[in-house]
Structures are given as structure tokens and as C-alpha cells.
């Protein structure tokens, strides 16, 4: 079983706060990707890298996947209390695509 | 609009049924996957699929199984339902290629009484 530990599991910030949250793993991924999933909904993906060393940027969020392909980032600037949610890494391995997920970290962004 | 449709939303069946969760996807995707969801432990995998009866176990297959008899369906059975597999079920789809975006569909809450 390949696992990705993701941390802080929890965070709890103010508006207008910085943040970065992880996501490692001792396994090699073809490609790594984050979602987002809100209460009562399915995750949305919201990037995918494939590139060891890449740095994708999103608005106000910074994705970087890491020089071994095993671990990410992901770096908000300036968080927004629509920014809430579930945010869950997931990477894909093997000849067939198959795509698992870490834990995930649950945000809240208070105003 | 690309669409992942699970046949109910919520769902109570009895210790003991045999039970069915579908799965359709409208996007001729290769790959589809069965996840459960349990608060603190994340989507964890039960099956997935990479192609017309074509199947790969995941991380937690005991007690579940799956047919993809269609491209388009693909449905996870649970033998004999127990109070243990009480959880919200995810059903996924994407492209066979490498990183790719999968799209879910809204959940079933199961509950097992």
C-alpha cells in the first residue's frame, strides 16, 4: 500500500493569513494531485503535477511537487474564508492509472 | 458537462442484505473507482477498474466486490452488509492516462442497521 501522509490534519486561521500544508509519502508518483472537496460534495480537482521540481500556480494558491516526485506543497496566500474545506492529495501509480488519496486536511478560514 | 451519476443519494439496508451501489459515468472514461469516506481516514479505495471487466483490488476490497460488465457502469457489491460499512461511498472516473482529472460523484450515504 502506498500512503501519503498529509499534515497539519487540522488548521483553524484567520482571514488574510499565509499557510502551508504538506503532503509525503515514501513512494515514487507518476503524478500528484490536489482537490478540494466541500460538506455534501465530491472533490473537485483542483491541480495536477507531473514533473519533479514543478510549481503550478492557482490565484492565490502556490502547488509545488517535489525534486523526487514523493512529496508536495501547497501554499495559500492571503486565505479567504471560501477557501474552507477538505483538501485532499491524491497520486497516481502503476500500469493502470490507480489513483489514491491521503487522509486529506480539513481548513476553516475565519473572517 | 461531464457527469458522474451514483443511483442514490442515501441508502439503510439491513445487517445481512446484499447490497448494490451503482455507478454511471456519461464521459467514456477508462478508469472508475469505488471509494469510501470515514471522517479522520480520508477516501481510502476499495476497487477500481481500468477497463470493461477488467478490475484491481484496492486498499480495503474485504467484503466488497464489483462488476463493470459496461463501460459506462460500473457497480460495487457489498455481500452481506455490517454495521462496519456504514459510510458515505464515492464513485470516481477519469481518462486511462496519467494525470488526468477524476471526476466524483455526489456520494452514497449508506447506513447499515
Known amino acids: 500500500t502506498q500512503l501519503l501522509e498529509q499534515s497539519p490534519q487540522f488548521l483553524s486561521i484567520q482571514e488574510g493569513e499565509n499557510l502551508t500544508v504538506y503532503c509525503n509519502s515514501s513512494?515514487?508518483?507518476?503524478?500528484l494531485q490536489w482537490y478540494r472537496q466541500e460538506p455534501g460534495e465530491g472533490p473537485v480537482l483542483l491541480v495536477t503535477?507531473?514533473?519533479?521540481?514543478e510549481v503550478k500556480k492557482l490565484k492565490r494558491l502556490t502547488f509545488q511537487f517535489g525534486d523526487a516526485r514523493k512529496d508536495s506543497s501547497l501554499h495559500i496566500t492571503a486565505a479567504q474564508p471560501g477557501d474552507t474545506g477538505l483538501y485532499l492529495c491524491?497520486?497516481?501509480?502503476?500500469?493502470?492509472?490507480?489513483?489514491?488519496f491521503g487522509k486529506g486536511i480539513t481548513l476553516s478560514v475565519r473572517p | 458537462d461531464v457527469k458522474v451519476t451514483q443511483s442514490s443519494r442515501y441508502l439503510v439496508k439491513r445487517t445481512g442484505e446484499k447490497v448494490f451501489l451503482e455507478c454511471v459515468q456519461d464521459?467514456?472514461?477508462?478508469?472508475m473507482f469505488w471509494y469510501r469516506q470515514d471522517p479522520g481516514l480520508g477516501l481510502r479505495l476499495i476497487y477500481f477498474?481500468?477497463?470493461?471487466?477488467?478490475?484491481e483490488k484496492g486498499d480495503i476490497p474485504e467484503g466488497y466486490s464489483v462488476s463493470r460488465e459496461k463501460k459506462e457502469r460500473f457497480s460495487l457489491i457489498l455481500e452481506s452488509a455490517s454495521t462496519n460499512q456504514t459510510s458515505m461511498y464515492l464513485c470516481?472516473?477519469?481518462?486511462?492516462?496519467?494525470?488526468?482529472?477524476?471526476?466524483f460523484g455526489q456520494g452514497t450515504r449508506l447506513t447499515v442497521v
Open positions: 464521459m467514456d472514461h477508462e478508469n
Open positions: 503535477v507531473v514533473t519533479g521540481g
Open positions: 491524491a497520486g497516481e501509480s502503476g500500469a493502470n492509472s490507480k489513483l489514491t
Open positions: 477498474s481500468y477497463d470493461v471487466k477488467m478490475k
Open positions: 513512494s515514487v508518483f507518476s503524478s
Open positions: 470516481a472516473s477519469k481518462v486511462g492516462q496519467f494525470g488526468t482529472e477524476a471526476f
